[in-house]
């Protein structure tokens, strides 16, 4: 029985900041159906990593692959439309959910896609809101509303990779369980997606992962 490919794979990542390393010799290869964590305490640039993965900032060494490929050959708009970072505080278009939703179907890499509203009911239902929240204003948002938005709006288009940063930190705790139940029913329906996840949550660190990296601030 042949082994399956690992997805997303690093080998000897360093970033720096001025003078100073965040990390470096970072190496990793995650498959389809991983659950990562990704531990270190504040400062040591766990959400730089995640943008690092995304392709929104640069590492100074090393070398990151996707499916095979060198993160350099890819196409930025094709590769982010399948490696989707989720920050804590996501920007939003000035409109309702529902607008904000079927914004991207503008882009022309989700030109073969299209808004599908039943779906969308049936995430809400999982989260344990009601149809009416579509209509919401972006102005009447919580900041955990606000990423509750940005992970609908991504989890629509079907990304292989999902990268989120303490996606819970302005949820209750009824909310925050809600969200926890969501991405286990997308991960079951996407056999071969993966998520990274950070939070200084440790009791959701075990629910939601089953393995962890471990990051720290180089010394100078």
């Known amino acids: 029985m042949n082994c399956p490919a690992p997805v997303l794979q690093a080998n000897n990542l360093g970033r720096q900041i001025e003078s100073s390393w965040m990390w470096k010799g970072l190496s990793f290869s995650f498959y389809p159906g991983d659950r990562v964590g990704v531990v270190g305490p504040s400062g040591s640039g766990k959400t730089l990593l995640l943008r690092v993965i995304s392709g929104l900032d640069d590492a100074q060494e090393g070398n990151l692959s996707f499916q095979g490929k060198a993160l350099r050959h890819w196409q930025m708009p094709e590769y982010r439309s399948q490696v989707i970072f989720l920050p804590q505080r ?35 239902s999982l989260l344990g809101r009601e149809a009416d929240f579509l209509k919401r204003k972006d102005t009447e948002l919580s900041g955990g509303e606000s990423q509750i938005v940005a992970f609908l709006r991504a989890l629509q288009l079907s990304p292989i990779v999902l990268l989120f940063d303490e996606p819970t930190a302005s949820l209750d705790e009824d909310a925050a369980k809600n969200l926890e139940t969501l991405v286990h029913s997308w991960q079951q329906q996407q056999s071969r997606s993966l ?26």
């Not at 920007?91 to 179907?105: C, D, I, P």
């Not at 503008?106 to 809400?124: A, C």
């Open 195 to 220: 998520y990274l996840w950070t939070t200084h949550d440790q009791a959701q660190l075990k629910r939601m992962t089953d393995q962890q990296i471990h990051i720290w601030k180089k010394a100078s």
């Open 90 to 124: 996501p920007a939003l278009l000035e409109g309702t959910v529902e607008m904000n939703l079927q914004y991207v179907y503008r882009f022309s890499i989700y030109q073969d896609q299209t808004y599908q509203r039943e779906q969308i009911l049936h995430y809400l």
